[in-house]
């Protein structure tokens, strides 16, 4: 098979297999759109609390909204108790998500000390009962869509557990598991395992997604080739570089991919400005592109002055003063 390729997952058909993965403070529904622009063939929100979607946290909901040119996208959820879980995926039925996914990779102890994200790979039977809720729930409220797992290698090294909470997920109705082959322990260092994936991959009857370490069309390339996964999911490689998507798929169906100029770069980067100025008001979006604009400085590497240019963006009340930074190059 052509490492670019459909992918259906449960009852959902996707032209292809280059994934958003959900990066949390990144991928908003701004960032989300700009992604489907350059070419993601599937989106992810960032991980939403269900105890808070069952508070009826405003908040919550707005981060879970669909970006206009979303045509598909998958909600991820995180909680660990089966019961609000399976009421958190009921109340999204205005927002008709795709795909319901369930976060049992988070390593955050915020989010852990609850027994949710990670922790859920310390109690593969709970992880099962939690998939199972939302499965039903799915069925119940939101048509069937397709419920989604993303997992870790395990809590740490001595506890590698993937295949057996890849499979509750399985037994308990998941349509597809992402696997990124690090452990909670690991956090984001260290190289993650690809052989794991491969090892996944060839076990599971349902696809499974990769992650980790995917910075280059050529990482991706290679970890379709040498894993056999079904889709790549970009997450940190994505970020100041949502063209890696389009670049990614040229490197796969035409053997080669440009690599986007400093200009075209930017361009993108007062796309999300303006979009996030009419999401949430000039003074908040302003506060959160000082990190974006640091990223589409830093992806793609070797820019002259970089360091000096992150310094000042930092500092960026408006949107003129994004322009002024950008346009005197400091
Ligand atoms: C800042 C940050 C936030 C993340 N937020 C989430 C999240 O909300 N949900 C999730 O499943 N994974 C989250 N991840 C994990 C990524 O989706 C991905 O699996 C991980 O970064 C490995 O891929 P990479 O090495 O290519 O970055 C996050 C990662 C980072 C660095």
Not at 33 to 46: I, R
Not at 278 to 290: F, S, T, V
Request: proline residues 5%; aromatic residues 8%; positive net charge.
């Amino acid at each position: 098979m052509k490492l670019y390729h459909p992918l259906k997952i449960g009852s959902l058909h996707l032209p292809g297999n280059l994934f958003l993965a959900p990066v949390a403070g990144y991928t908003d529904r701004v960032f989300r759109s700009l992604c489907v622009d350059y070419g993601a063939d599937f989106t992810y929100t960032e991980l939403a609390s269900s105890e808070a979607l069952v508070r009826q946290g405003e908040k919550t909901f707005a981060l879970v909204k669909r970006a206009q040119n979303e045509a598909r996208y998958g909600i991820q959820l995180f909680g660990s108790s089966p019961d609000v879980m399976y009421r958190a995926a009921g109340l999204l039925v205005p927002l008709s998500p795709d795909v319901v996914d369930i976060n049992c990779g988070c390593p955050v102890p915020k989010v852990t000390k609850t027994g949710a994200g990670s922790a859920l790979m310390q109690n593969p039977a709970n992880l099962g009962k939690v998939v199972e809720a939302v499965v039903r729930s799915s069925r119940e409220n939101l048509g069937g869509v397709p419920v989604t797992v993303k997992i870790r290698s395990g809590w740490d090294s001595s506890s590698i557990n993937y295949r057996e909470c890849a499979n509750a997920a399985f037994r308990a109705g998941a349509a597809m598991v992402c696997l990124h082959p690090r452990t909670r322990a690991q956090g984001y260092g260290g190289k993650s395992d690809w052989r794991q994936i491969a090892d996944l991959a060839a076990a599971l009857d349902i696809p499974v997604a990769g992650s980790g370490d995917l910075f280059t069309p050529e990482d991706a390339e290679r970890m379709l080739r040498e894993t056999g996964c079904g889709a790549v999911m970009f997450a940190r490689g994505v970020l100041g570089n949502p063209f890696i998507f389009n670049m990614t798929r040229d490197l796969l169906e035409k053997g080669s991919r440009e690599t986007p100029s400093y200009a075209a770069r930017f361009d993108a980067a007062f796309r999300q400005l303006e979009m996030l100025c009419a999401d949430l008001g000039e003074k908040a979006a302003c506060r959160e592109m000082r990190k974006v604009f640091c990223a589409y400085a830093k992806a793609l590497g070797g820019m002259p002055g970089a360091a000096k240019l992150r310094n000042a963006l930092v500092h960026a009340e408006t949107a003129a003063d994004f322009h002024a930074i950008i346009e005197s190059g400091v």
